[in-house]
């Protein structure tokens, strides 16, 4: 028997109505494959402004840096939205990736043929898109210094970020993208501004330098806002993106509604050595919080993320995986991916089907 420990992060909103569908489904593949996962529960975001006036407690930290892997749901709300920055939900995720130092985000996004109809897209337009998106996650415009609030001479406010990359958080990030593109299609597209910022050119040509190691690899570049626009326009021209921090949150997004719903994307956020953070690419939605409306499936397929690439347990990921097709096959829908003539679920319901196709 395989054991791992896995640390749960519920966070806000919908959090976790979806962590608790994902757990059950866990449960049941541990069975089936013989693993035994050993759950402990760990408070961040509003949930642990709450409790603990902090969002990432470091009991939390804690939890995680001894774990085998970190399942996480989603934070944020209106409630905490006026806090200090220091004190926001948001400031604890940062301090979760920049604490483990998961430098490598991978965000997948693939259309399913049950979804095309989901889609805001045309048809033509989506079929067959496939395309993984890695976001650098521990720097760029999120981390640099310095940042703040300032006072001006004139006593005017002066808001402050700073973008910077250093050479080796560049090369780190684009090996892992250029490893990512070899076990795809072969295709890296890098994406910045290196027709306006400093940092962009330095990023695009240290990736140009790395790439030099990969020649079965066919690099090329775009500018962030045609990629934002090619994106749209024809997204089956990508294979792999590699990205800075920001500009990956916004593409991600983007990239994630050519599937349907962002409630059917998730992500890996992983190091290179220690867990890895498994959580979907969507946030808390506050707006159907508690009203088991939440699509748990972006959930679920970070825990098949989770167990592919912070467990090495491909074969448990393959059958969640494919449970999660056969119910969208057997025409189960929440609200985000509802199309004509299908079945309405909530999240409950949806986990409820999973498990039924797990166990069948
Ligand atoms: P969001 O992703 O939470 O929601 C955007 C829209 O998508 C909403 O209409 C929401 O209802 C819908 N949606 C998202 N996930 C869904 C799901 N699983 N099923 C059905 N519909 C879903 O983004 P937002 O509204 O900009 O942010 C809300 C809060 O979440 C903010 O506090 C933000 O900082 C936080 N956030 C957290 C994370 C994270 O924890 N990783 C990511 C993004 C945003
Ligand atoms: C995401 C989120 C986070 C980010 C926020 C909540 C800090 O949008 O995971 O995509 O910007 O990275
Ligand atoms: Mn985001």
């Given at each position: 028997t395989q054991q791992y420990r896995i640390t749960l992060l519920p966070g806000d909103g919908i959090g976790p109505e979806i962590l608790t569908v994902t757990v059950e489904v866990l449960k049941v593949i541990g069975k089936q494959f013989d693993i035994t996962f050993e759950f402990q529960k760990g408070l961040i975001g509003g949930a642990a402004i709450d409790e603990t006036s902090e969002p990432l407690p470091s009991e939390t930290l804690e939890l995680c840096r001894n774990s085998d892997a970190v399942l996480l749901a989603a934070i944020g709300g209106y409630k905490w939205d006026n806090l200090p920055r220091l004190q926001r939900p948001e400031t604890g995720l940062l301090g979760l990736r920049a604490g483990l130092n998961l430098f490598a985000n991978l965000r997948p996004a693939t259309i399913l043929p049950q979804l095309i109809d989901a889609s805001s897209l045309k048809k033509e337009v989506v079929e067959g898109v496939d395309i993984m998106v890695v976001r650098e996650l521990t720097g760029g415009v999120y981390f640099g210094q310095p940042k703040g609030i300032f006072t001006t001479e004139t006593g005017e406010k002066r808001g402050v970020n700073t973008m910077a990359y250093t050479e080796t958080e560049i090369d780190r990030i684009a090996h892992v993208a250029f490893e990512a593109a070899r076990k795809r299609r072969g295709k890296l597209c890098s994406v910045d501004k290196a027709n306006v910022l400093d940092v962009s050119q330095l990023w695009r040509d240290r990736v140009i330098t790395i790439s030099e190691t990969y020649p079965d690899i066919e690099l090329s570049h775009m500018y962030v806002d045609n990629a934002a626009m090619q994106l749209v326009r024809n997204p089956k021209q990508f294979d792999t993106i590699v990205t800075g921090n920001l500009f990956g949150d916004?593409?991600?997004?983007?990239?994630?509604?050519?599937?349907?719903?962002?409630?059917?994307?998730?992500?890996?956020?992983?190091?290179?050595?220690?867990?890895?953070?498994?959580?979907?690419?969507?946030?808390?939605?506050?707006?159907?919080?508690?009203?088991?409306?939440?699509?748990?499936?972006?959930?679920?397929?970070?825990?098949?993320?989770?167990?592919?690439?912070?467990?090495?347990?491909?074969?448990?990921?393959?059958?969640?995986?494919?449970?999660?097709?056969?119910?969208?096959?057997?025409?189960?829908?929440?609200?985000?991916?509802?199309?004509?003539?299908?079945?309405l679920v909530g999240c409950q319901e949806m986990g409820d089907v999973l498990l039924k196709v797990l166990e069948s």
């Open positions: 916004i593409l991600s997004d983007a990239a994630a509604m050519l599937t349907g719903s962002i409630g059917m994307l998730p992500s890996a956020s992983l190091g290179s050595t220690g867990p890895g953070v498994f959580e979907p690419v969507h946030g808390s939605a506050p707006d159907i919080a508690g009203q088991d409306k939440a699509n748990p499936l972006a959930q679920v397929l970070s825990a098949a993320m989770m167990l592919r690439y912070g467990l090495n347990e491909a074969a448990a990921a393959d059958k969640i995986e494919q449970s999660v097709l056969a119910v969208l096959d057997q025409g189960y829908r929440t609200g985000d991916i509802m199309s004509h003539s299908m079945k």
